[in-house]
């Protein structure tokens, strides 16, 4: 590969890193989905780093009275 393909590669790759890191949920918007999908009241949520990976543990009263853990990756898969 000569020089000038190396660059193009590279600022190709740099270009792209916005676009994976979009993909990331916040705290605040990984308790708004357990919000809407459950309907219920979150009673708690923590965030836990497992290697590279996050994980946001929600715990939410369900609107038939059962406390749930529900686990929410922060790296979300294209849509």
Known sequence: ???RAAI????????????????DITLQ???DK???DTHGKVLSAE??????????????LTRDGQVRVIEVP???SGS
């Open 47 to 60: 965030t836990k780093h497992f290697g590279k990976h996050t994980i946001y543990r929600i715990k939410v």
């Open 8 to 23: 193009v590669a590279l600022a190709a790759a740099l270009a792209a890193a916005p676009a994976w890191a979009e993909k």
């Open 29 to 31: 918007q990984a308790i």
């Open 34 to 36: 357990v919000e809407r």
């Open 1 to 3: 590969m000569n020089r």
């Open 74 to 76: 922060a790296e979300q």
